[in-house]
Nanobody, 117 residues
């Protein structure tokens, strides 16, 4: 079993920065994908960024160039650095760990990000 815990988030003004962290523990296999989805009120959940254990990254077009995802495989931890934040980034952010061999997704609790205009 894999446990995932997300942290970070908070309240910032437009143009500010925040960093989210995501730690996977338990039966974590080395070959996995970690990332974040977000969901704003009244909107569908959308993928924000993800990173493979080999370091391949993928971003939503709306955050490209402003968000940076990274990971420390020794710590089974992923980070999402969010810079130049805009009000449309306001949402609950959910981190996950996807075990590729089983295609299982394990989710952390959501963390609120609020960007004021």
């Amino acid at each position: 079993q894999v446990q995932v815990m997300g942290s970070g988030g908070g309240f910032v003004q437009t143009g500010g920065s925040l960093r989210l962290s995501c730690v996977a523990s338990g039966d974590v296999l080395s070959n996995n994908v970690m990332g974040w989805y977000r969901q704003a009120p009244g909107k569908q959940r959308e993928s924000v960024a993800k990173i493979t254990s080999g370091g391949t990254m993928d971003y939503a077009e709306s955050v490209e160039g402003r968000f940076t995802i990274s990971r420390d495989n020794r710590k089974n931890t992923a980070y999402l650095q969010m810079d130049n934040l805009k009000p449309e980034a306001t949402a609950v952010y959910y981190c996950y760990s996807k075990t590729l061999v089983t295609a299982r997704d394990d989710w952390g609790q959501g963390t609120q990000v609020t960007v004021s205009s």
